[in-house]
């Protein structure tokens, strides 16, 4: 099956500073990628869906100058918490669709943020 | 608004069947998914349904009846590898807030599978 990676796998970042996280699909184009947040004991919640070429698309209550999202190319979309603080600590998971394969979402093995 | 239930908790025992259940409200529909994750772990694929009616896959199947807003996975043989959490999840129709066939997820479902 089709592979997604992110990068880092885990960060821990001193409050005020910016974190970026890179989400990679490895072996298919993905002309959308959609950022999740999951905090402890809780499902996935959306947070943008980024689309390449173009701006993402962000859910509400998202804030998006707090959340940067570029999608560059095919294969890669970042996410950048910015000013980070010790609320935004939460694990980050990133899918990615290949255009070809229209009923599945591939995560990425997610990213692990803690802010001090 | 949209509204996906599940049981928060299950427990069952190694070589039972159980069928973790979602219900789900939503102002489109394109299809509803079930993912297996499991604890610090990225979702892993497990069904897709877009008919109503029963998709078998192994030891996994999983029903859907749009009519009535309701989808089941059944786990059968379960074995104790099968402890995780069972997210349940709705795409969207394109129409919906002009994104492209995003996901909706349940709040997932905590299966333990005891000896």
């Known amino acids: 099956g089709a592979v997604v990676s992110q990068h880092p796998s885990w960060v821990i970042c001193k409050s005020g500073t910016s974190v970026k996280i890179e989400c990679r699909s490895l072996?298919?184009?993905?002309?959308?990628m959609f950022w999740y947040r999951q905090f402890p004991k809780q499902s996935l919640m959306l947070m943008a869906t980024s689309n390449e070429g173009s701006k993402a698309t962000y859910e509400q209550g998202v804030e998006k100058d707090k959340f940067l999202i570029n999608h560059a190319s095919l294969t890669l979309s970042t996410l950048t918490v910015t000013s980070a603080h010790p609320e935004d600590s939460s694990f980050y998971i990133c899918s990615a669709r290949d255009f070809r394969e229209y009923n599945e979402q591939f995560f990425g093995p997610g990213t692990r943020l803690t802010v001090l | 608004g949209q509204n996906i239930d599940q049981p928060t908790e299950m427990t069952a025992t190694e070589g039972a069947i159980v069928q973790i259940n979602c219900t789900y409200q939503?102002?489109?529909?394109?299809?509803l998914f079930w993912y297996q994750q499991h604890a610090g772990e990225a979702p892993t694929f497990l069904s897709y349904?877009?008919?109503?009616g029963l998709e078998e896959k192994g030891r996994f199947s999983s029903f859907l009846s749009r009519s009535k807003g309701y989808s089941y996975l059944l786990l059968k043989e379960l074995q104790m590898k099968d402890s995780a959490s069972y997210l349940c999840a709705v795409r969207a129709d394109r129409s919906y807030g002009g994104a492209t066939n995003k996901l909706i997820f349940g709040t997932g479902t905590l299966l333990a599978v005891q000896p």
């Open positions: 349904n877009v008919l109503d």
């Open positions: 072996d298919f184009q993905a002309t959308t």
């Open positions: 939503t102002s489109g529909f394109n299809g």
